[in-house]
């Protein structure tokens, strides 16, 4: 062979290595944008090859690849189902569950790779995280749950109640009354709970009004501790207006002023009797300002403080439904807040009362 056509040897090997080069790196590129994980096995369950994806579910390095799928995934029904793949023709799909720090459902699609004569050569593993997804399923589900049983009592209730009064009890007039009551307070209810159900599906859908303003608020603070004199009174409970006169922030009034009320007629109710309401606020930095409602009462259990904002947590099942509440005042506050650019946390223990805090965008008043 003369040197020319050594050279152009060369020259073409030397085109053909960086092409293939080229090559891979596209498909591992390629590979690696994936959200899904992907794993390729051979015959003998050896990694061919796996993308970034599947190296982060499963915690191991690109230098696993060439050794044993058991090996690098530490999950032996991963590995059953990946063996079991490369031996039938459908499409396998599977679900299972990783347990650690932060537990993971993965949905596994598994397909069997073929050689040129039609002898089993492998799988093909895809891997789709669907945590989630199985976790907004789970809230779903919860939620209907919760949602017919605060219906199903005051309709089993209105629908007994009239019934007896269809029964006769209508003709005595003492009777009747009361049990006419009994419809008009499980009627409130039903209405109250709707309402809340209504309000909540608006915001979290983006479709409710926020009518932003300066607002000072003490002021507002005032406002919404009027509509409550009465309630407290009933309980002996002194309220406080502690929110300096200069405070202002952007907010809308009556979402704001549902928030407080929301906050001031719980910390009523499960505060101590004839103890001590306070609404008091603060600048806090980078233009922000927080306002605070607390009460001396029983406190939230540790346990509890993570959930409250939850729908139709009760921290005091029986107590709550005995008070009238729908289970979803705080849930609203949450998502009112969120919807102004501020947040709602609490702080409480046992025996040391209840504090929630709201943080909301400071404006000077006009």
């Keep these: 062979m003369s040197e020319r056509h050594e050279e ?14 080229a090559h891979t790196a596209r498909s591992e590129a390629m590979l690696d944008s994936m959200i899904e994980g992907l794993v390729v096995i051979d015959a003998r369950s050896r990694i061919v090859l796996a993308n970034r994806a599947a190296q982060g579910l499963f915690g191991f390095s690109r230098m696993m690849v060439g050794g044993m799928l058991l ?8 590995a059953a189902l990946a063996a079991r793949a490369g031996t039938e023709g459908a499409v396998i799909e599977h679900e299972v569950r990783l347990d650690g720090a932060m537990p993971r459902v993965l949905q596994i699609s598994a397909v069997a790779l073929r050689d040129a004569t039609g002898g089993a050569a492998g799988a093909v593993l895809v891997f789709h995280d669907v945590t989630r997804l199985r976790e907004l399923e789970g809230v779903r589900q919860d939620f209907v749950a919760n949602v017919s049983h605060e219906l199903r009592t005051p309709l089993s209730l209105i629908k ?31 209405t109250l709970l709707i309402d809340d159900l209504l309000l909540l599906a608006r915001l979290d859908s983006g479709r409710i ?3 932003f303003r300066t607002l000072p608020l003490q002021e507002a603070a005032q406002d919404a501790l009027d509509d409550y004199g009465i309630v407290a009174r009933a309980r002996g409970v002194t309220l406080t207006n502690a929110v300096p006169k200069e405070l202002a922030a952007r907010a809308d009034p009556e979402r704001l002023r549902q928030v407080l009320s929301n906050l001031i007629d719980n910390a009523i109710k499960y505060g101590r009797a004839e103890g001590r309401v306070t609404v008091a606020g603060r600048a806090l930095a980078e233009d922000r300002v927080e306002l605070s409602v607390r009460d001396d009462g029983p406190g939230i259990p540790m346990e509890a403080k993570e959930r409250v904002f939850e729908r139709f947590y009760r921290v005091d099942k029986a107590r709550s439904r005995e008070q009238g509440g729908t289970g979803l005042g705080l849930a609203i506050v ?12 609490v702080e409480s223990a046992p025996g040391e009362g209840t504090t929630f ?3 909301l965008p400071a404006v000077k008043p006009d």
């Excluded at 090996?71 to 991963?78: F, G, L, T, V």
């Excluded at 029964?167 to 409130?188: C, M, Q, S, W, Y």
């Excluded at 949450?334 to 946390?345: D, F, L």
């Design 8 to 21: 152009q040897l060369r020259e073409l090997r030397a085109a053909h290595a960086e092409a293939l080069h």
């Design 160 to 190: 007994s109640t009239a019934e007896t009064l269809l029964d006769g009890a209508k003709d005595d007039p003492a009777v009747a009354t009361r049990f006419l009551e009994i419809i008009d307070k499980h009627a409130n209810r039903l």
């Design 357 to 359: 805090y709201l943080t």
């Design 334 to 345: 949450k998502n009112v807040m969120e919807a102004h650019g501020g947040a709602v946390r």
């Design 71 to 78: 090996e690098a995934i530490r999950h032996h029904e991963i």
């Design 209 to 211: 009004e926020m009518k």
